[in-house]
């Protein structure tokens, strides 16, 4: 049977992040790309990339991919794309998309231009002069980039950072799939403890715990392509079966957040029953010059405050100062966190082993990485 071309969308910073769990969830043709990272499968891998990215924006079928500089080339090239293969006669399917530094800058124009061609197309297929659109949602996505143009179909809906256990948002909480990021890129394993002192309402805590737990980022959410004829319910009700066979019960986790705020602690502590994790995690109400590490080899994660905030930069560069004296304490625990501070590492009293170049949404920001030693093998 003839492969599905996939690409999974990530932040800037994150392809590699992405490709890695593509490689490990068992796809083929893996290829990471600026802001993206290809793949190929069949149905089956559709549902388990969505059931199972932590780190990716949204799954999408790439329909083709071809160079365009007039409206007609846009048009022919649109129509020729075999889109009955995955629109059925009542599917409804709206135009969203981008162009950078192309000839064909007008994105209302082209997504017009592409919708025509769509229903040109699918006129032929199924010798009909109109549809009424009134069935399951097919996105499609135009996105020009000099003169290149990428067809694609969402299969995801809502982004996959997603997880259905955020309820309200404090200020500046991180985006989930950024969080699993930054633990995904530090040495913490399940049996090492976790602290973030800036949990805020939880999300780095919440993402170790179902990464700790293998619980399937996507467990308790609904995807676009849920609704789609071509993909069997069944392939859904399977992987939803499995994720729940997959969930790591039995490994007893030592992850903490704190943070200044009783509000922010509430919230996370709500968000944590939601994701069915607060059995897992000790949140309490602390100051950061507080913190004292308890045990050894302990992973610190955190996003703290960045100084952004009229009137905040005297007070974080102290919390940032008391943060290192806190760290240089205890040897043994190894620091992430990610700032947009430039000079963060000066007040931290430390160089990074390791920096790395992320947005967390629109703010340019580096991810500091502090290694600790290797905790002694057990035997
Ligand atoms: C950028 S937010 C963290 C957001 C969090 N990652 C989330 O997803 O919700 C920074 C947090 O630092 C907390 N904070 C500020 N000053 C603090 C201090 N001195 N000690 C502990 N927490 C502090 C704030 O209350 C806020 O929740």
């Known amino acids: 049977m003839e492969k599905i071309n996939l690409i999974a969308t990530t932040t800037f910073g994150l392809e590699a992040v992405v490709k890695r769990e593509l490689i490990s969830l068992g796809f083929d043709d893996i290829k990471a790309s600026d802001g993206k990272v290809e793949f190929t499968g069949d149905e089956s891998t559709i549902v388990k990339a969505n059931m199972w990215l932590r780190c990716a924006g949204r799954v999408w079928i790439k329909m083709g991919e071809f160079k365009a500089v007039t409206f007609d080339e846009l048009f022919e090239k649109t129509k020729a794309l075999p889109w009955g293969d995955w629109i059925p006669v009542d599917g409804k399917f709206t135009v969203v998309g981008k162009s950078v530094k192309s000839t064909l800058f007008s994105v209302s124009d082209c997504q017009a231009i592409v919708k025509k061609a769509v229903v040109e197309k699918l006129k032929q297929k199924y ?13 499609i996505q135009v996105a020009i980039l000099k003169d290149m143009v990428t067809l694609a179909i969402d299969t995801s809906g809502s982004s996959l950072h997603k997880r259905g256990y955020r309820a309200d948002a404090m200020t500046a909480p991180l985006k989930e799939s950024l969080a699993a990021a930054m633990v995904q890129l530090s040495y913490w394993r399940k049996d090492r403890i976790l602290l973030d ?12 715990a179902l990464i700790g737990r293998n619980i399937a980022p996507g467990l308790n959410r609904k995807f676009a392509s849920e609704e789609w004829e071509r993909i069997d319910p069944a392939l859904w009700k399977q992987a939803r079966i499995d994720a729940y066979k997959a969930i790591d019960y039995d490994t007893e986790l030592k992850i903490y957040g704190t943070d200044i705020d009783p509000e922010a602690i509430e919230v996370a502590k709500e968000n944590a029953i939601k ?6 995690i000790t949140f309490e109400v602390k100051p950061c010059e507080e913190t004292t590490l308890m045990g050894d080899y302990g992973v610190l994660i955190t996003n703290p405050p960045y100084g952004e905030r009229l009137g905040e930069l005297k007070e974080v560069e102290n919390i940032y100062r008391a943060l290192g004296r806190i760290m240089a304490e205890n040897t043994t625990w190894s620091t992430y966190l990610i700032t947009s501070m430039e000079y963060f590492e000066k007040l931290f009293g430390r160089k990074a082993d390791a920096k790395r170049k992320l947005f967390n949404g629109r ?4 991810y500091y990485q502090f290694y600790g030693p290797r905790p002694p093998k057990k035997n």
Do not use: N, R
Request: hydrophobic residues 30%; charged residues 30%; proline residues 6%.
């Open 127 to 139: 010798k009909v002069d109109w549809f009424d659109e009134t069935g399951a949602e097919y996105k």
């Open 197 to 208: 002192p800036f949990c805020g309402s939880g999300t780095i805590p919440i993402e170790a």
């Open 275 to 280: 994701a069915g994790v607060d059995d897992c």
């Open 363 to 366: 703010i340019k920001t580096d």
